[in-house]
């Protein structure tokens, strides 16, 4: 949410259970916070229509990080994907559709994916040591297979199109390798979505200014203990 914001975003809007809005809207004073029902903590397909009613009024809509796997959820991805707002699925939000990545075949709106080797791995049933073997030929495969814009993390990212073009990233460094990096990821890439860029530049454009802010980090607090927050001051 935060990186949402730093990278341009007029009014961002933070679905979250309502169990524990209090704690989030006490820590994003600049964003909106949208109270949803939920069981245990984590959302439940009651939400579905709150949340489609909001999606529908958003430029863009990022889901995935901090949302759990359940049944739910998968119920929930599910209905967003047939919404027509521009999607980027991170984190839990791959891993709710590992196994069932059949849902991005039924989908009425673009998206971008940006998976990890590993949760790359859930999804396609190939080895970790496969994928990376050949990245940018995997990343080529599934974002025509699965018809989206597929960001393939690690060293040296790699940003396929459905339609064969595909882009690798320079910067960035091994400090980025903490909790909630990609969680920024998703934020620029969002933000750049909802101002009118293709899905494609905004994850060009995303993966390139996410690396280069996390190197403009390490100067000030060096690669060991760099953390996401860091990188969100100098977007």
């Not at 004073?29 to 958003?58: F, Q, R, W």
């Not at 929930?76 to 994907?81: A, Q, V, Y």
């Not at 190939?126 to 073997?133: C, F, K, P, R, T």
Request: charged share 15%.
């Amino acid at each position: 949410t935060k990186a949402a914001l730093r990278s341009g975003s007029g009014l961002v809007t933070l679905g979250t259970p309502e169990c524990v809005q209090p704690i989030t809207a006490s820590v994003l004073l600049e964003a909106m916070t949208l109270p949803l029902p939920c069981n245990d903590g984590k959302l439940s397909n009651a939400s579905v229509p709150a949340i489609c009613d909001k999606v529908y009024t958003c430029d863009v809509c990022a889901i995935g990080p901090g949302l759990g796997t359940t049944n739910d959820i998968r119920e929930i991805i599910s209905s967003i994907l047939k919404q027509n707002t521009p999607c980027v699925i991170d984190a839990d939000g791959l891993n709710s559709i590992t196994g069932y990545t059949e849902l991005l075949a039924t989908k009425t709106c673009e998206v971008v994916l940006t998976p990890h080797p590993g949760e790359m791995s859930r999804l396609t049933g190939l080895s970790v040591e496969e994928i990376n073997a050949d990245r940018t030929k995997v990343a080529l495969k599934y974002a025509k297979e699965w018809n989206c814009v597929v960001l393939l993390k690690g060293f040296e990212t790699v940003i396929a199109s459905p339609d064969g073009e595909f882009c690798i990233n320079k910067t960035g460094n091994c400090g980025m390798a903490s909790g909630g990096m990609g969680d920024v990821l998703t934020g620029i890439i969002a933000s750049f979505i909802g101002q009118g860029c293709t899905l494609y530049d905004a994850a060009c454009l995303g993966a390139y200014i996410h690396g280069l802010a996390a190197d403009i980090a390490v100067l000030e607090v060096g690669k060991f203990g760099l953390i996401a927050s860091d990188v969100v001051k100098n977007i």
